[in-house]
């Protein structure tokens, strides 16, 4: 592009992905500058020619936020916008969804007076969300693993509360239970150990099929998913 060109550019539109970036510029009167894909550090160069405060607007996606942070620092008016404001930018809707029209259609909404933009987040913000999807997935696996133990229990007769806490409570008794009747079947020496010996070696380190923990104020050790 030519120096006049690149200082002509007054808005850019950037659809990320993770190989390509697809760019739509276009100059103060909001004609066609550029419309092209970028490999993502020829795109980051081609930036770092941009005019100062330069507005380079992206969809709010993964990625996003630290695109806008690195542009930033460059001296440019990087933005974010959320993805339902863009749709209704797009030329052809959605069956005309594809890179150019949506880098278009990102430049073309940033240029709305009364556009709303998401705010960028610091590395620590985002850190800090990053712990919390983290945690709140955790969550949702242990749920699923309990609901899978809770349903095989119910397929031998064994129904228990719906809570963490109820099975932790009956674990080891009904553990305990299960191997008696098994040694009655099998023999003695079948299962020779008590149930909390292999609960704790289901909660071993070379294993952590289990976490073993101690409530506040007590001795006795709680096992959990």
């Not at 709010?60 to 990087?78: E, I, K, V």
Request: charged share 25%; net charge positive; proline share 5%.
């Amino acid at each position: 592009m030519a120096e006049v060109t690149r200082d002509a550019v007054a808005r850019v539109g950037v659809d990320l992905s993770k190989r390509v970036f697809q760019v739509h510029a276009v100059d103060r009167a909001g004609r066609k500058v550029l419309a092209k894909p970028m490999a993502p550090e020829r795109f980051f160069a081609w930036c770092a020619e941009l005019p100062a405060g330069c507005l380079v607007a992206m969809e709010a996606c993964g990625g996003a936020h630290y695109t806008a942070r690195r542009l930033r620092l460059m001296g440019l008016d990087a933005r974010l916008i959320a993805g339902h404001f863009v749709t209704p930018y797009r030329m052809g809707g959605k069956s005309g969804k594809n890179d150019a029209n949506d880098a278009a259609a990102i430049c073309e909404a940033a240029g709305r007076p009364h556009m709303r933009f998401v705010p960028v987040k610091t590395t620590e913000q985002q850190g800090q969300l990053s712990v919390h999807r983290l945690r709140e997935g955790y969550k949702a696996e242990r749920t699923a693993l309990i609901n899978r133990i809770r349903g095989v229990l119910a397929e031998f007769g064994l129904v228990f509360p719906q809570s963490p806490e109820a099975l932790r409570r009956v674990l080891a008794e009904v553990l305990e239970d299960e191997l008696y009747a098994l040694r009655l079947q099998l023999g003695e020496t079948a299962f020779p150990k008590p149930a909390l010996d292999y609960l704790n070696d289901w909660a071993a380190p070379d294993k952590g099929w289990l976490r073993k923990f101690y409530k506040p104020g007590t001795d006795e050790a709680q096992f959990d998913l």
